[in-house]
């Protein structure tokens, strides 16, 4: 069955550095691989799509990549901030689709002042 | 107004009880999922309904019954509730599968 690997530790860091966050997924490849971010007692908030023929996407300050060989999707947030402190979860969906989201277990990023 | 509304927000309740959990979304999506995510923070398909047939159901007791009337709701029924169904329940809706849009959550605890 598929699993998603996230960073289980907390990832601290120093305001207006870069942010990179990792995603590693066992099985086979998604359609497409997804972000999320989750604020403390909120529900996750949609970030990015990216799909398997795409290598990178870019939204404002947030990067993703995709590596299908590797089966790893990396994250960034450029110029962080502390308003960008929160749990940002990956999301896969299998390659036949189905509406059956994986959802990793996210890493906790702090962006210290 | 709120995309995907769930209500309540919080649920207490006693081992045993039966109680639900309704979800809105005025998004016109044609898919509704119900997540649950437990004291760890992973997120758990239970339910999809597409176009309100139910598409996928995630080895979830038969205790756990979603309906959904309508494109636009979603709701959940639990029956018998036990000690292990506290957690924070999660509604969300999507176009084709992709960039869910996820309620605000609804936290049970049954003591």
């Known amino acids: 069955s598929q699993k998603i690997e996230q960073n289980s530790e907390a990832l601290n860091i120093q305001e207006g550095k870069t942010a990179t966050l990792t995603c590693n997924y066992t099985?086979?490849?998604?359609?497409?691989l997804q972000w999320y971010r989750q604020d403390p007692g909120r529900g996750p908030v949609f970030l990015l799509l990216?799909?398997?023929?795409?290598k990178e996407k870019r939204k404002e300050r947030l990067k993703v990549t995709f590596d299908t060989t590797l089966k790893q999707s990396l994250f960034h947030i450029t110029a962080s901030q502390p308003a960008d402190s929160a749990t940002y979860l990956c999301?896969?969906?299998?390659?036949?689709?189905?509406?059956?989201?994986?959802f990793g277990a996210g890493t906790r990023l702090f962006v210290k002042a | 107004d709120t995309a995907v509304s769930q209500t309540p927000k919080y649920l207490v309740t006693q081992m045993g009880n039966d109680k639900s959990i309704k979800c809105e979304q005025n998004?016109?999506?044609?898919?509704m999922y119900w997540y649950k995510q437990d004291s760890k923070k992973f997120l758990k398909i239970m339910f999809s309904?597409?176009?309100?047939?139910?598409?996928i159901n995630e080895t979830v007791p038969n205790r756990f019954s979603p309906k959904s009337p309508d494109k636009a709701h979603l709701n959940l029924h639990i029956n018998s509730l036990e000690l292990g169904d506290s957690a924070v329940y999660f509604c969300?809706?999507?176009?084709?599968?992709?960039?869910?849009?996820f309620g605000a959550g609804t936290r049970l605890s049954v003591l």
């Open positions: 099985n086979y490849s998604p359609a497409y």
């Open positions: 999301a896969l969906d299998p390659p036949t689709g189905g509406f059956k989201t994986i």
């Open positions: 990216i799909r398997e023929n795409e």
């Open positions: 969300a809706s999507s176009q084709d599968a992709a960039a869910q849009y």
């Open positions: 309904y597409n176009n309100k047939e139910l598409i």
């Open positions: 998004l016109g999506h044609d898919t």
